[in-house]
Structure formats: C-alpha cells, structure tokens
C-alpha cells in the first residue's frame, strides 16, 4: 500500500487530500437524504454511514472505473466486519448481519402501505359478514370433526362476493351492478 506523506500541516492534508473527497460526499449524501424524505419523517430506510460507505468505496480515485456498481453488501471488509458481528437470535446466528431486519413500515412506499391497508380493512369487512362467520364456523366444526377441507363451490362464493363487493363500490362510478365478478 503506498503511503502519504505530507510535508505541510493537519490543515494542508485535509484541504489537499481529504475534502476533495469527502466534500463531495456529504452532497450527496445530503441529496440522497433529501430524495429518501429524512427530514419529512422522523424514521426512514436510509442510513447515512452506509451510503457514505458506498460511496466512497466506489468513488475511491484510483478505482473510479472498477467499482461503479459495487453495493454495500458486495464490499468485501463490509462482510467481512457484518460476518465477524453476527447477532444470536432466538438461539440461533443470525446471517451475517449484527443489524435487525428495517421493518416493512420502512420499505415499503406510501402507495403499497396504503393497497396493504386497504385490503386489510376489505378483508376485515368480508370477514365481519354474518354469512362468511357463519360459513367460517362451519369449516371450522367440519374440520375439527372429521378433519376434511372442504371446498366451496364457484357460485357459492359468488353470492357472497356480489353483495359485498356492490357495497364497496361507489354508488357514482363508471361501474354496473351486472358487472361480471370472477
């Protein structure tokens, strides 16, 4: 590995040496942070070490050409330093990662939070129907009996979703009420 040595001050090697780098860096890490919304919300996905860590790694200057699309887990002391701090975990070694998993509420996008939520609340509706409970109870007595799933036939659960799904439509929509539900 080759050495530096600078003849000059502290202030001379971080000028000369250290902020041509690194003050790129924090720019972009600040836009970076800027586009992920961290200072809209008090929790997000971004981490701001490892996108430093990224980037500098692939803007290193002698390897500008050879690291353009290397990610964070592909930068061989990060595994190495993630592998050597692994996390016991309900007895179990975690794999390679001393970080817990970033919860779904992180992930995903304000689109597929709200889809999750809507068809929880939808599926929440269909359930809370006395017919279904009374359809669930049956399985549930069947099964617990005589151990046998049973399948519910095609027009069965169409007269059950007419009704329910006519309910969750706007009365202003484009859509009919003979609307084919398959």
């Keep these: 590995m080759k050495e530096i040595f600078c003849q000059g001050s502290p202030a001379e090697y971080l000028e000369y040496f250290v902020f041509p780098v690194l003050l790129p860096a924090i720019s972009a890490l600040l836009r ?3 586009n992920e919304k961290c200072f809209e919300r008090k929790r997000t996905k971004f981490n701001g070490l ?19 699309d290397a990610h964070l887990q592909d930068i061989a002391f990060v595994k190495e ?3 050597k701090h692994r996390q016991i975990i309900n007895h179990r ?12 509420s992180l992930l995903w996008s304000d689109d597929k939070a709200a889809i999750v939520i809507q068809s929880a609340w939808r599926g929440y509706i269909v359930r ?12 549930k007595e069947m099964r617990g009996a005589s151990n046998v799933s049973i399948n519910l036939s095609k027009t ?13 439509l706007p009365t202003d929509s484009k859509f009919t009420d003979d609307a084919n539900v398959d």
Excluded: G, M
């Design 156 to 168: 069965l659960l169409n007269q059950l979703r007419n009704p329910i799904q006519q309910a969750c």
């Design 93 to 104: 070694v975690s794999v390679c990662s001393p970080r817990p998993p970033i919860p779904l």
């Design 128 to 139: 809370r129907n006395p017919e279904v409970q009374e359809l669930l109870q049956y399985q």
């Design 50 to 68: 490892d996108f430093l860590t990224e980037w500098l790694y692939r803007n290193n200057p002698p390897h500008v050409f050879t690291r353009t």
């Design 32 to 34: 970076e942070a800027r």
């Design 81 to 83: 330093w993630l592998c």
